[in-house]
């Protein structure tokens, strides 16, 4: 038997006047968008901004539906348009801030397994990482350098 460690290297900031200019500029416009969530059930909010390399910002927050598979999480609503009107761009970077409606909350929140997934298959077809900030709806924000940080050992087209 042979034993393999696995580590991930993130930062950690204080709050977003720590974050580079652009990357708090992306920063707004999760806020933002997580205003705009329909999250009636959950009462969850997640906001979601992408940076394209081509200069264009996407944002995205959660849509949900009572029956609930059918609702779509922030990042993947963000992804998905930005796949579909602008094909050939890369994602450079993600903003991403999440907190239920009524509470603040100060511990980041990184996305969920499916959104890891989705934001996998988006670097492996891009060939190129993705920068992903997350936050709560205050407080500190992580920052991962790419996806394959949170979602190691992950599943990709070279498996098919």
Known sequence: ???????????????SNELPNHIASLMENAKEARLKA?????????????????????????????????GLCAERTAIYYAGAQYP??????M??????QNN???TPIPPCGACRQTIAEYEVKQEFPIEIYFMGTSGKIVKSHSLANLLPLGFDRSFL
């Open 1 to 15: 038997m042979k034993e393999i460690r696995i580590e991930s290297k993130l930062s950690v900031y204080d709050n």
């Open 38 to 70: 329909y999250a009636p059930y959950s009462k969850f909010l997640v906001g979601a901004a992408l940076l394209l390399d081509n200069g264009e910002i996407i944002t995205g927050s959660n849509q949900e539906n009572a029956s609930y598979p059918s």
């Open 88 to 93: 050939d761009a890369k994602i450079v970077s």
């Open 95 to 100: 903003a991403i801030t999440a907190g239920a």
């Open 104 to 106: 603040i909350n100060t």
